[in-house]
């Protein structure tokens, strides 16, 4: 049970483990050698609770994150290393309707808590996201997002950079649905500091149940360079996701496990909470 005081309450809860395993690629082939990479704690209606990652060489638990909650909105994400010392927090701030309005993430230096980042994001009278604004530890943010909808779809999505790992400095990004209302196409450009220009297509697939199915992503002549594929269980959610380079060989692949269990949470305050 979560509460709206952002704990997690001791009682017998019913909750649902989903575990993601990396197969081993040998010769462009995935094989049926695995190891568990992350394990996700959810409620019965998928609200995520809790989180851990294994380091890939050693397969033991490498860092987790707590998930807390008020007012059934997400107030934060709390990690820990595998020795339970705090590394960072991830702070959401709402407005009145409950649209998030901010989120900064802190991180634990020194035994106190520093602001490394935060976003701020603003919307338009409909409640779409109008704006997304990046900032690093200065003033001014290195990343400002805007976006544009049509008919209630968001149909371009522009982000001027100052300060890009990958030189870029401007991206666009224009979405193109088909009839029935799922994405089709993604077109996106990118502008870099040296004055050139570098393109790539994604195209969207779904099958009979309207899930996601494949996504294709064309470079700037049209040829495929990746391939990404979502296979999903009978009676819903995600059982493998993998992907192919356009030699048709595998570059990744991951399947997805789900349990249930009724177990008792124990009690998990937030920081924040904490006395």
């Known amino acids: 049970m979560i509460s709206t005081?952002?704990?997690?309450?001791?009682?017998?809860?019913?909750?649902?483990i989903q575990q993601i395993n990396v197969h081993i690629i040998e010769n462009g082939k995935q094989t049926a050698s695995y190891f568990t990479r992350n394990q996700k704690t959810l409620t019965m209606d998928e609200k995520l609770i809790r989180e851990i990652n294994f380091d890939d060489s050693t397969k033991q638990i490498r860092d987790y994150t707590f998930y807390f909650y008020r007012n059934d909105l997400l107030y934060t994400e709390e990690n820990y290393d595998a020795q339970d010392s705090l590394q960072w927090i991830i702070r959401h701030i709402y407005n009145n309707t409950g649209q998030e309005t901010e989120k900064a993430r802190l991180?634990?230096?020194?035994?106190?808590?520093m602001q490394e980042a935060k976003i701020l994001y603003t919307y338009d009278i409909n409640g779409n996201l109008l704006s997304e604004k990046d900032f690093g530890t200065g003033k001014k943010p290195y990343k400002t997002t805007s976006f544009e909808y049509k008919s209630g779809k968001l149909v371009k999505?522009?982000?001027?950079?100052?300060?890009?790992?990958?030189?870029?400095?401007?991206?666009?990004?224009?979405?193109?649905?088909a009839a029935y209302g799922k994405l089709k196409i993604k077109i996106v450009i990118?502008?870099?500091?040296?004055?050139s220009i570098n393109s790539f297509t994604e195209s969207y697939f779904y099958n009979d149940q309207g899930n996601l199915e494949k996504i294709e992503i064309r470079d700037k002549d049209g040829e495929i360079s990746l391939v990404k594929h979502y296979v999903y269980y009978p009676v819903g959610g995600l059982y493998r996701y993998y992907e192919q380079n356009k030699e048709g060989n595998m570059l990744c692949y991951y399947t997805y496990a789900y349990r249930k269990y009724r177990i008792n949470l124990g009690t998990q305050k937030s920081y924040f909470d904490k006395p």
């Open 5 to 16: 005081t952002g704990q997690l309450q001791a009682q017998e809860d019913s909750i649902k």
């Open 107 to 113: 991180l634990m230096a020194g035994g106190k808590l």
């Open 157 to 177: 999505e522009q982000s001027r950079i100052r300060k890009s790992p990958d030189n870029v400095i401007l991206r666009t990004a224009d979405y193109q649905y």
């Open 190 to 195: 990118e502008k870099s500091k040296d004055k």
